[in-house]
């Protein structure tokens, strides 16, 4: 199962005096059976030895870190990452942390996030090396550090957003010591960087189980410091009005979006579509009344929710068009529900077309997604009130088109059109 560009690096660096293996990600994902043309390596030689062994090889080869000692190249449709050996974790009270090469790979393997990711193959000899256990952690379907949880969360407490999403990726469970050191140490997580915490929480939105790494998250308190407004989703459950969990509806609009993603027609997992879907009731705790006879409403959660949504996006990090257009999926997926069903006037179709502008599509999963009630049949009413829209705007796009065109044909390319 090793590919042969694999062998060709190990005899490369073989023959120059240097160790290769192939580590993490790619020798996990080999026995989950899931090839990835990404691969990552670790060697004893120096980044400046590699960049050379590299150069005479492949087809581009480029700096990803030289303080972090990686370089990457591209052979043809490979993408290959060499690291080079490393040490002692950085002292976590040093104001400076250096990177201490290593000289050894069962000292690299050590500092490594989770025993899973602890793996190497040793080239060229193919001699598997596992020293925490982690073939029998894939096997289990579990989660767990190479040494204590504490310490290793303490050394990089971003671990512990990437074991959520890990889990949500892989459908993998976290160790119990795992999720009571996230649970004890989540407040860590503020000492590392908004940059690095998005990418983790794209990975988790963006992977086949968000459900497990969200529940994750909020389960372990770590959403309280990432994305405060979701665990404010579960709001108290009153049992004479029996008012519905908004953070357990958000889960399901998530994965309906999800299910709806094909239409966009992308081949990768879409963010924006995503992260709406599960924020975009995100507006309601701060909205919520409660009115004589026990109703309860949420007066322009939609409002407020967008600018709760751009600005928890924007301490994230996100770019402007990320915040922009999450945001205005959250403003505009109220409009549907908040015109009626069926009452709508063709103006205001092309309003909401307007609106939506290059959103229409995502807007389309959204508002469709969120077409869920627990009354059954309520629901499916709103789902057919939905397509009947979708079809409409359809419809007076081609309508659009075909009037926008007219003007500027004569009878024969009208025929030629029409295949006449
Ligand atoms: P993928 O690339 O599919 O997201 P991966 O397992 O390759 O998954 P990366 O984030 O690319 O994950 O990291 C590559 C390897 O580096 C991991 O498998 C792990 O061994 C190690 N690693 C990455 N980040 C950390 C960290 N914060 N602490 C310890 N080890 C880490
Ligand atoms: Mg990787």
Not at 252 to 279: K, M
Not at 372 to 390: G, V
């Amino acid at each position: 199962e090793i590919a042969p560009v694999v062998d060709e690096l190990g005899n490369r660096f073989a023959a120059a005096g240097h160790e290769l293996a192939l580590v993490g990600g790619p020798v996990r994902d080999i026995l989950l059976g899931r090839g990835s043309k990404d691969l990552d390596f670790a060697t004893s030689a120096r980044p400046e030895a590699v960049e050379k062994l590299l150069a005479g090889w492949a087809d581009h080869v480029w700096d990803i870190g030289k303080a972090f000692g990686t370089i990457g190249c591209r052979k043809g449709e490979w993408i290959l990452e060499i690291t080079t050996y490393r040490s002692e974790s950085y002292d976590p009270t040093s104001r400076n942390p250096e990177v201490s090469y290593g000289d050894n790979l069962p000292d690299d393997l050590s500092r490594r996030d989770f025993a899973m990711n602890a793996m190497a193959v040793r080239l060229p000899s193919h001699e598997f090396v596992d020293p925490y256990g982690g073939l029998a952690d894939v096997a289990a379907k579990v989660i767990r550090t190479p040494g204590s949880p504490e310490d290793s969360f303490s050394d990089d407490p971003l671990r512990m957003m990437r074991a959520a999403r890990f889990a949500a990726q892989l459908g993998f469970t976290p160790d119990p010591a795992v999720v009571a050191a996230m649970t004890a140490m989540a407040e860590r997580i503020t000492i590392i960087s908004a940059e690095r915490v998005r990418d983790e929480l794209v990975k988790l939105v963006c992977a086949k189980y968000p459900r497990i790494g969200l529940d994750l998250l909020v389960s372990t308190g770590l959403a309280d410091h990432v994305l405060p407004e979701l665990p404010a989703l579960r709001l108290e459950r009153d049992e004479h009005h029996r008012h519905k969990d908004v953070y357990e509806h958000s889960l399901t609009v998530l994965e309906q979006a999800i299910e709806l993603e094909p239409r966009l027609g992308g081949t990768e997992p879409d963010f924006i579509s995503r992260f709406a879907a599960l924020i975009h009731d995100i507006g309601k705790p701060k909205t919520r009344k409660f009115e004589a006879g026990g109703k309860v409403t949420f007066h322009h959660h939609d409002v407020v929710g967008a600018k709760l949504a751009k600005k928890r996006m924007k301490a994230l990090r996100f770019s402007n068009e990320q915040i922009e257009q999450v945001g205005k999926l959250v403003e505009l997926h109220l409009r549907f529900h908040g015109y009626g069903t069926g009452e709508w006037t063709d103006s205001a179709v092309r309003r909401y077309v307007r609106d939506a502008g290059d959103l229409l599509s995502r807007l389309h999963i959204l508002t469709r997604a969120d077409c869920t009630t627990r009354n059954k049949r309520k629901a499916e009413a709103l789902r057919s009130a939905y397509d009947d829209l979708e079809e409409r705007i359809a419809r007076l796009r081609e309508q659009e088109e075909l009037d926008s065109i007219r003007p500027d044909l004569d009878g024969n390319q009208i025929m030629e059109i029409l295949g006449i």
